[in-house]
């Protein structure tokens, strides 16, 4: 339902001890990003939260259209 991901490390972040890493998928329109939310998003996120440190995990979405510049 993606066609593309980066994972990103951040390379700044409010505590300097702190290592913070975001996750960007590419989908081809808005409605393919909600059906992977909706389908496996959910489940992946709560997955990978469990497999860390779930107190220390925050995920979020952040629907964007790309814009031509």
Not at 14 to 43: F, N, S
Not at 54 to 59: D, F, G, I, N, W
Request: hydrophobic share 40%.
């Amino acid at each position: 339902m993606y066609v593309g991901a980066m994972l990103m490390r951040l390379s700044e972040t409010p505590d300097p001890a702190a290592e913070a890493y975001a996750l960007h998928l590419r989908t081809d329109d808005v409605a393919g990003g909600r059906k992977w939310i909706e389908t496996q998003g959910c489940d992946l996120l709560g997955h990978l939260a469990s497999e860390l440190e779930p107190e220390r995990v925050l995920y979020f979405t952040t629907p964007m259209e790309e814009i031509e510049i």
